[in-house]
């Protein structure tokens, strides 16, 4: 390591330090709890996630990408779990698995970027604003930055979605061990002089700074599962370290892509060869192995992880044994102290509006509004009184 | 790795002998390395190895002069592929049904979109036009479309238009089917007026906010009621029974407006000229543009019949433009740091799967902007998650990309369907071959490259200052 890179460190370290003591203490800082974001992207078909036992228009509406009742894990005598989500079904059981029905937005656009922008901002009616809800929820709450990393929140992945904006700093782990020698020559470090330097030399000493918060080695407990091979598992690990590096950290975003399930969803023929059947499972033993861990760290008490994604897909299937966007759909909450089983309502396949689609029953304001009284924030950028809380925890 | 010294060893000696010739014999307003890395990275994404050398006698205003002539030389655009020809053509239609209606292919032809554009911008006869281009491209941003091909046929055609008369470009612009698409202009029609195209072209491609009122949008909306492109050919028309023919009063003048005569009335207006100069100016000189100036060079950009290229003149030629209080001051976007990448070494060729790759990852998805504003740019391309990115290229242009660093890539779960692993293996060591061999052609490092390295040991990184420009 040259010199000029060990000066600029312990500068950073130092910087760090001194923010630390100067920040102030709020007395409404979620101690100790935490939210875990998980975005499905592409849109995740609620129905054949959480499918219903005995409705005659499920399989009359989809022939064969409806589930086969072998491929149906029974939750109750109406509804069921995709078999692929398996390995969470010890969670079911214990009660600490929450589904939330007829969940979409109240003005549904079937456009992915506009539907995210939509569940991201909490917004749908502004197409302009951009600000992610969760963001403005941590800025008016006052949630203080955690001292190790100076940041509200981390995100996995490029889109910060939900916690875009608001003046909030994220700790973004797009892939830290993508990065080269960045060191500020040494000669330049003393004559910074125009705005773009200015704000390169931060950029590089905050990066430098989640570097060395990343590569401290930490000792995770061994799962009770193992690890599918793939980058959601090596982000979840990284997660578990980070939750340990950084204590104070509390808010957390993940994605995990591919629901966009146009075709070969259900491959009726072998069940376990169909999309959305593969990357449930992938998704839900990367989760369960996950969960383990932070249950044998004794975090998972004070843990929620919930997961949305922009709409839900069509009822009747379509010609490529898949199904085209939707409207609502449903999501999953998971926690040591989540109140399990079903919540919201699950819209009528009998009852769709004009374009076949589920028509809405929990407008995802409420979702959020149940998200952020878990984390004891209450100061949200949309009328609390009009998107009440549901009863998750 | 004493043979590595000695090669740089001996490139110095040829440096300084180059300055010292200078020194002694060349003109005294003769441009300085640095000087050159100054012009090419503002105005060409950055100075090729042969630029040192062809510049190394000019002057300032030689060297500018000689971006222009390129640039007037260049005017055909880089080679459509078929499918995206008009709308008529044989071999659109073959494709017609993939690009129209599959969910699979349309990604596809998206990637292929990109790529045309990146190798365009690398390959190109003229730097400065290529340069330009993205700059209409940037200034334009279109987000999710639904037809690449359109798309694609506007930048071919944006291409030849960069730098020639403003007013021409804009109704282009204005015209342009992949236009309509992305602002509504199809759907705004007598007594079921749709505002997007007006309001867009007020707000953020002519005056500015503050220069016109919300019933200026309203009745520029009805002047423009009826303009469509036909749907087979793809060639503008006006649908004369959407159309509004009522009184409409715009920016203070009253009469039966069409969209034409819109245009024509922001072409008349002061604030059409100022309003692309400080773009201009945020773009190629600092992020703050001197009032004053603007208005000068305003002046001199109506005198001139709106030419960009006698613009880009006055404006690379100007005391601002060169002076050491504006240098080091803007960010250069990913696909100018990857294109400036390649073009620094000398290469050139297909490598744009390469480039789009990195390009995406550094936040700049051609032909996907955030929103209509565009990518804001400036300090915005730096942030944690993307300079350990922008240094991973940077550090694999000086000194070979990683092997290990696509895997990577592939594990941090963004990595691109279209671009299948083993082929971007392939491209990087394709891409390393020609590095490596255009050095060995020139015998040394490149210059900028040389100018980028720190001075430490094996291997060489990449100096962060290269994120800026």
Redesign the interface.
Known sequence: M?LDRRDVLKAALGLGLAAAWRLPFAANAPVGKRLILLELKGGNDGLNTFPSLNDPLYRQLRPTVALPKAAILPLGQERGLNWGLQSLLPLWERGEFAIVDGLGSAKPDL?H?WASQQWETGNPDDP?A?IGWLAQALASNQLPASPASGAHAA?F??NSGPLAGAGIK????????????????AA?AGRV?????R??AQ??R??QQ??QLMAKPVALPKPDSEFPD???S??LQQLAALMVQDPSLSVFKL?V?GFDT??NQVDPASPDQGRHFKLLRRTSRSLAAFISILQKQGLWQDTVIASYSEFGRRVQQNGSAGTDHGTAGSSFVMGGRVRGGFHGVLPPLGDLDADGNLKLKVDFRRYYNSLAAAMGLPVLPFDTTRFPALSLL | MSQKSTRIGLWMYRFASLLACCAITGPASALMPAEVDHLMQRAAFAAAPADYSRMAALSREQAVDLLLQEAAADSAAPAMPDWAGPPWSIARWQHQPLDANSKKATPMYWAATRQWLLNGLLNAPSPLRARMTLYWHEYFPLIRQKHAASALRRDHRFYAMALGDYRELLTAFSRDGATMENLDTKQNRRGAINENFARELLELYTLGRGHYSQGDIREAARAFTGWAVHRNSGLFLVMWNWHDFGEKTVLGQTGRWDGDDVLAMLYRHPRFAEYQVERLWRTFISPEPDAQQVQRWSAQFRQDQYSLAKLLRLMLNSDAFWSAANRQTLVKSPVELVVGGLRAEGVKGDHAAWMDLWASQMGQRLYLAPDVKGWRGYTDWLTVGTIGIRQAFLNGMSSGFDPSLLARFEASGAYPAFYPLDQARADSAGLWQAVEQARRQRGSVSISTMMAMQDRAEPPAASPMRNLK
Do not use: M, N, T, Y
């Open positions: 040259s456009s970027f302009k951009r995100v992945g490029f994220l700790l973004e782990i797009g892939d830290s061990s993508l990065g080269g020698d960045a060191a500020l020559p330049a002089v125009s705005e773009a330097q704000h390169l950029i590089l905050d990066w989640s570097q793939w980058a959601f090596r982000q994605v892509d146009h075709s």
